[in-house]
């Protein structure tokens, strides 16, 4: 069943559409001060913590998910932040679209959906082809944080990321079960009351890397057809 979109008005929301008719992301923000992302941010739980923590940062939350994006804004308002900004936008549209190269301080992506069978993996946001979008757009010494209760998808993208030229491991191992300050996001907190361990993985961009390992990405044509069932809710 189609949901009712919610029309969001509030004043932390950037339309899509603005940016496609040639406003730049940084016009949204109160200060001019480094800009980190959230990936998938659900209703808000972690972006509010961390952009508590770090006033010195600007943070954009986006999701594909309207209601959560919805609830997000207000609960930014609730919190008196003026650091975040929200958008409704899929991650590789977003990224290619309207970011260049070396222009986000941090990339946070919380217990992304695990498409937990074996058929629906090459599903999964988190990839080789993904984590490498990602470092084009990250600054040099820029962080990517990856966070996720399910073991296979834990394991395979703490193994992957030593396999990436241009990524330095910012932990000791591949992972750890917890991050020292890191906020705990609404699926984190569920799953640790169900006993299940989180795998965190956190990699910075490194800041000499061979040209040919820095390809510009190609641009996301668009949403694809697993996205138009949540472009609708
Ligand atoms: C399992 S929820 C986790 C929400 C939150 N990060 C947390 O940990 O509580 C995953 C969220 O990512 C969003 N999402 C999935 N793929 C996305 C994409 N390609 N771009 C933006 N958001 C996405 C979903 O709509 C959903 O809200």
Not at 105 to 131: E, G, M, Q, T
Request: some cysteine; proline content about 6%; hydrophobic content about 35%.
């Amino acid at each position: 069943m189609t949901q009712r979109v919610i029309e969001i008005t509030s004043p932390f929301f950037i339309p899509r559409q603005r940016l496609e008719d040639g406003a730049r992301l940084d016009e949204f923000f109160e200060k001019d001060q480094p800009l980190a992302l959230e990936i998938g941010c659900g209703i808000g739980d972690f972006i509010i913590q961390l952009a508590e923590q770090q006033p010195q940062v600007n943070f954009l939350a986006i999701d594909i998910y309207n209601k959560g994006c919805y609830k997000t804004c207000s609960r930014i308002e609730t919190a008196g932040l003026t650091n975040v900004r929200v958008m409704r936008i899929e991650a590789r549209y977003l990224l290619t679209h309207f970011f260049s190269a070396d222009s986000l301080a941090a990339v946070y992506i919380n217990c992304p959906d695990p498409w937990p069978k074996k058929r629906h993996r090459s599903r999964r946001l988190v990839n080789r082809d993904f984590v490498q979008t990602l470092l084009y757009y990250l600054n040099p010494g820029g962080d990517f944080y990856f966070s996720t209760d399910f073991d296979d998808y834990g394991e395979s993208v703490a193994e992957l990321m030593p396999t990436v030229e241009g990524y330095i491991n910012a932990l000791d191992t591949g992972f750890a079960r917890s991050l020292p300050g890191y906020p705990i996001s609404k699926y984190m907190r569920r799953f640790l009351q169900k006993g299940q361990e989180i795998y965190f993985v956190h990699c910075r961009k490194a800041t000499q890397i061979r040209p040919e390992a820095l390809q510009r990405p190609a641009i996301d044509p668009g949403f694809r057809v697993r996205w138009s069932r949540a472009e609708n809710e």
